[in-house]
């Protein structure tokens, strides 16, 4: 039987969806420990020679180093778990208690974690509205105060949480790139671009930089990307890819509150030319592999064709409104339990 651990004199209390290993990092960084000492302990505790990526065991034994009572380190699916179009009940969006998705872990506000870095998987995206705090990957920034970082900021953890959109689900990427190719187009004076200057940053390279510098304008981007009375017509692929991108390009930029620009139509063009291939392929998916000539229902297909295409729109596609087409024999859809294992990927098209 193995004897108690000492606990460790400083305690912590875990932040809302902390990670286990963030947790762990943050707890070595406040007694002044190597992480790597504090994993020593921990596997010789479970009995183990390599660290597991998943194991109850070790957060068992956090828990008990950190003098925790026992559940403290384990997600609450309740509070903040995802939605995700898994064909459990439907491949509509909807939080399902059977496949348990959270979201990737991101970097937590330092305030809340008293200075020190860790990571959490907590509903939300970049900002902190307790402290006004927008962290994400290595960027921080106060923008405490700031209306409309905090309005994106709850639009994200409400309507697009609930349609299955985190920082990493492509979507938000994908908005991001949009507003990047409308910024290399538009004149000298913007809102983005004087956020650039006070965040000083200087230019929008990078996925995270779009983000801080437009973090209202990526919002809302999202959000027309998402919505199925916007996408489902652009997504028909029986009209020209020159006109659907017409229609899209208006609508991001309604979104941006900006005019329209070249850059921007002509990354649009580029966007849904990738996305009416990807239908194409969806109208040649087959049900099974053995099947010849009976074709998968358009709502399992969109999803699929989503996932292998690396095209994220057509998950926002309502399947009783697009045209029902059979199309040349692209594969066979996989089983669900096969498809609900798969992770978002990001677009071709998109800021990584």
């Not at 400083?10 to 809302?16: H, N, V, Y």
Request: aromatic share 6%.
């Amino acid at each position: 039987m193995n004897t108690p651990l000492r606990t460790l004199p400083i305690s912590l209390d875990p932040l809302d969806g902390e990670t286990p290993d963030g947790f762990l990092a943050r707890l070595a960084q406040a007694h002044l420990l190597d992480e790597d000492d504090l994993r020593r302990v921990i596997l010789q505790r479970i009995g183990r020679s390599w660290w597991p990526a998943v194991d109850s065991h070790i957060v068992e034994v956090l828990e008990e180093l950190a003098d925790l009572p026992i559940g403290s380190l384990l997600p609450d699916f309740e509070r903040d778990g995802m939605w995700v179009r898994c064909g459990h009940h439907s491949w509509s969006p909807e939080k399902c208690a059977k496949c348990l998705r959270f979201a990737q872990p991101r970097t937590a506000c330092r305030t809340c974690a008293g200075g020190r870095r860790t990571t959490t998987i907590a509903r939300g995206a970049a900002l902190c509205l307790i402290h006004g705090e927008w962290t994400f990957r290595e960027l921080h920034a106060d923008v405490a105060g700031i209306s409309a970082y905090e309005h994106a900021e709850l639009t994200l953890r409400a309507r697009l949480w609930k349609r299955g959109v985190a920082l990493h689900t492509g979507e938000v990427n994908l908005a991001a790139a949009f507003v990047r190719a409308w910024y290399a187009g538009a004149g000298a004076s913007n809102p983005i671009s004087d956020r650039l200057s006070m965040f000083g940053v200087d230019a929008l390279d990078t996925y995270e930089r779009v983000l801080l510098c437009a973090y209202p304008e990526v919002v809302r981007i999202a959000c027309t990307l998402v919505s199925t009375a916007v996408i489902t017509p652009v997504l028909d692929v029986r009209m020209s890819a020159l006109d659907r991108a017409g229609v899209l390009s208006r609508a991001v930029a309604d979104a941006i509150g900006e005019p329209e620009n070249d850059e921007l139509r002509t990354f649009t063009i580029r966007v849904v030319g990738h996305a009416h291939r990807a239908m194409l392929y969806m109208y040649g998916l087959r049900s099974t592999r053995q099947a010849k000539y009976q074709l998968s229902p358009l709502n399992r297909a969109l999803i699929v064709a989503a996932a292998r295409q690396r095209a994220c729109l057509l998950r926002h596609a309502n399947p009783r409104r697009i045209p029902d087409i059979a199309g040349k024999v692209t594969g066979a859809a996989p089983k669900p339990r096969v498809i609900r294992k798969w992770q978002n990927e990001i677009d071709e098209l998109a800021l990584p």
